[in-house]
């Protein structure tokens, strides 16, 4: 029997008619479809008046992590400017650095923002905590090169989406419980939160083709776990696990109705509010996995889109506490 669930958006169901959809990932059909995960990022750029370079970082283990760096052209350098560091989707597997650069490139024309986005290491190949570590290690970097990069140390913000947004809330744990860098705030976009792959929204979400269903993501997470038992699990792998979120940078948190992931996600704000911290949750009725990167014009996709920068202006307008 199907168990029942919210209907998708109506326009977004007219979209993904035409978009082949899968309700499995295998080592097979990874390989696959893992050189179709990224767009190119030049056609991006073009028309913006942006400065890129890329680097590499050493990660844990010396390996070279590369960083792409975007900074406005001909900006004001007088002035520190925000960052965003960029965390990229793809259930742990597949994409890099440029997969969803659309989203923060918006923050940078909005409101100068330098954008520093991350390859960290994908699984099978790579396991555990090594793609956690990877992003922290760059923010590492970020921190170290505020001055070298214009940016202001006090306003850099870790972003992400779907795998990319639980990485964003992993570094978001490991530099509250390291104590640095200091983190502006994490937006989490539909993030990938529980390896327990076992809330309502993930059971709605299964048997049956979508952008990420609960097969797709069970397969994904046995990828990055490999041989940990579950209790062997950190939190910074599986954020949903940590016992204590106080202390947080604040965070911004949205989700679809109509996806694996919104259970997960609205459990993460109840716990970061319940530990006295703050968080902004966003549930768009209809909206599936990934459906504003998807399908950015949508009406329900520019809405969440103009939501989360009005966010994000709101606060870098706002005094940093004393």
Same mark, same amino acid.
């Given at each position: 029997? $199907?168990?029942?669930?919210?209907?998708?958006?109506?326009?977004?169901?007219?979209?993904?008619?035409?978009?082949?959809?899968?309700?499995?990932?295998?080592?097979?059909?990874?390989?696959?479809?893992?050189?179709?995960?990224?767009?190119?990022?030049?056609?991006?750029?073009?028309?913006?008046?942006?400065?890129?370079?890329?680097? +590499? !970082?050493?990660?844990?283990?010396?390996?070279?992590?590369?960083? &792409?760096?975007?900074?406005?052209?001909?900006?004001?350098?007088?002035?520190?400017?925000?960052?965003?560091?960029?965390?990229?989707?793809?259930?742990?597997?597949?994409? /890099?650095?440029?997969?969803?650069?659309?989203?923060?490139?918006?923050?940078?024309?909005?409101?100068?923002?330098?954008?520093?986005?991350?390859?960290?290491?994908?699984?099978?190949?790579? $396991?555990? +905590?090594?793609?956690?570590?990877?992003?922290?290690?760059?923010l590492l970097w970020i921190a170290d090169h505020?001055?070298?990069?214009?940016?202001?140390?006090?306003?850099?913000? !870790?972003?992400?989406?779907?795998?990319?947004?639980?990485?964003?809330?992993? !570094?978001?744990?490991?530099?509250?419980?390291?104590?640095?860098?200091?983190?502006?705030?994490? !937006?989490?976009?539909?993030?990938?939160? /529980?390896?327990?792959? +076992?809330?309502t929204s993930s059971r709605q979400y299964a048997?049956?083709?979508?952008?990420?269903?609960?097969?797709?993501?069970?397969?994904?997470?046995?990828?990055?776990?490999?041989?940990? &038992?579950?209790?062997?699990?950190?939190?910074?792998?599986?954020?949903?696990?940590?016992? /204590?979120?106080?202390?947080?940078? +604040? *965070?911004?948190?949205?989700?679809?109705?109509?996806?694996?992931?919104?259970?997960?996600? $609205?459990?993460?704000?109840?716990?970061?509010?319940? *530990?006295?911290?703050?968080?902004?949750?966003?549930?768009?009725?209809?909206?599936?996995?990934?459906?504003?990167?998807?399908?950015?014009?949508?009406?329900? &996709?520019?809405?969440?889109?103009?939501?989360? $920068?009005?966010?994000?202006?709101?606060?870098l307008s706002t005094p940093p506490a004393v």
């Open positions: 029997m $199907t168990t029942a669930r919210p209907s998708l958006d109506p326009e977004l169901q007219g979209l993904l008619a035409d978009m082949p959809l899968m309700s499995r990932l295998s080592p097979e059909v990874l390989a696959q479809v893992r050189p179709l995960s990224s767009m190119p990022v030049e056609p991006l750029l073009e028309g913006r008046a942006v400065d890129r370079r890329d680097v +590499t !970082v050493a990660g844990p283990d010396g390996t070279p992590i590369p960083l &792409s760096v975007f900074s406005p052209a001909n900006s004001d350098r007088s002035a520190a400017a925000p960052c965003v560091y960029w965390m990229h989707g793809g259930g742990m597997v597949m994409g /890099d650095r440029f997969s969803q650069i659309d989203i923060p490139l918006e923050w940078l024309d909005e409101f100068g923002a330098v954008v520093v986005s991350v390859d960290y290491r994908l699984a099978p190949e790579s $396991t555990g +905590t090594v793609p956690v570590h990877d992003c922290y290690q760059g505020a001055a070298e990069l214009g940016i202001d140390p006090a306003r850099i913000i !870790v972003a992400g989406a779907s795998a990319g947004g639980g990485l964003a809330a992993g !570094v978001a744990l490991l530099a509250r419980d390291l104590g640095a860098p200091a983190i502006a705030a994490q !937006v989490l976009i539909g993030p990938m939160l /529980d390896h327990r792959n +076992t809330t048997n049956e083709p979508g952008v990420w269903t609960r097969e797709m993501n069970g397969f994904g997470w046995r990828c990055l776990l490999g041989d940990l &038992s579950d209790d062997e699990v950190p939190a910074y792998v599986s954020p949903a696990l940590a016992d /204590d979120l106080a202390g947080l940078a +604040t *965070a911004y948190i949205d989700t679809g109705s109509a996806e694996v992931f919104r259970d997960e996600d $609205t459990e993460y704000a109840t716990r970061i509010w319940a *530990a006295g911290g703050q968080a902004e949750l966003h549930v768009w009725a209809g909206g599936c996995h990934g459906f504003d990167a998807l399908y950015p014009q949508a009406p329900i &996709s520019a809405t969440a889109r103009r939501t989360r $920068t009005d966010w994000l202006a709101r606060l």
